[in-house]
T-cell receptor, first 113, second 115 residues
Framework: GESVGLHLPTLSVQEGDNSIINCAYS??????FIWYKQESGKGPQFIID?????DKRQGQRVTVLLNKTVKHLSLQIAATQPGDSAVYFC????????????FGGGTRVLVKP | DAGVIQSPRHEVTEMGQEVTLRCKPI?????LFWYRQTMMRGLELLIY????????DSGMPEDRFSAKMPNASFSTLKIQPSEPRDSAVYFC?????????????FGSGTQLSVL
């Protein structure tokens, strides 16, 4: 994810629709990726992760897709609910770099009733 | 499970003052991380500890920042002297193991305002 300075990109989605949040990562050596959700006034919360030897991973109502060719990651949320309104961050890690997670700039998701 | 506990929730101070942020990780977690979040720079890793030992502090902005972990259940991040550009939300996170492949559990953060 790229830092977007003062303004986060915003995705407005109707309740019940599917959401797709995109993330472009920078380092081709990154081999582990995580999506976090951050609600207002709270710390980031782990959603789902994926290793570079996988293209897709599914969780409860969420799916992460990884395209290493174009260094792109996406998070799909099925049947978006009001409680999904938050800022979503992707993070990347290079195994050789130890515990360093590099976070993207985030995308704000607003769910309209 | 109380989660990661940070204090204070909010801190307002004047430039030049010393600021100490506190963190209690989840019991049994071996790794502790300090992050800073601003609108301009997003989430930045400042330092992390494993088994109370600082492993990587390359993200600490400058000598005004210091972090300690005297025991497995407590860590502090100190800024002395503080400057307005230090205003940010500071998060502490902990994980069970050493690697970044471990889930990070974040606290609710400390909102720091330096006037």
């Amino acid at each position: 994810g790229e830092s977007v300075g003062l303004h986060l990109p915003t995705l407005s989605v109707q309740e019940g629709d599917n959401s797709i949040i995109n993330c472009a990562y920078s380092n081709s050596a990154s081999d582990y990726f995580i999506w976090y959700k951050q609600e207002s006034g709270k710390g980031p919360q782990f959603i789902i992760d994926i290793r570079s030897n996988m293209d897709k991973r599914q969780g409860q109502r969420v799916t992460v897709l990884l395209n290493k060719t174009v260094k792109h990651l996406s998070l799909q949320i099925a049947a978006t609910q009001p409680g999904d309104s938050a800022v979503y961050f992707c993070a990347e890690n290079i195994g050789a770099a130890g515990n360093k997670l590099t976070f993207g700039g985030g995308t704000r998701v607003l769910v309209k009733p | 499970d109380a989660g990661v506990i940070q204090s204070p929730r909010h801190e307002v101070t004047e430039m030049g003052q010393e600021v100490t942020l506190r963190c209690k990780p989840i019991s049994g977690h071996n790794s502790l991380f300090w992050y800073r979040q601003t609108m301009m720079r997003g989430l930045e890793l400042l330092i992390y500890f494993n088994n109370n030992v600082p492993i990587d502090d390359s993200g600490m902005p400058e000598d005004r920042f210091s972090a300690k972990m005297p025991n497995a259940s407590f860590s502090t991040l100190k800024i002395q002297p503080s400057e307005p550009r230090d205003s940010a939300v500071y998060f502490c996170a902990s994980s069970l193991g050493r690697g970044a492949r471990e889930k990070l559990f974040f606290g609710s953060g400390t909102q720091l305002s330096v006037l």
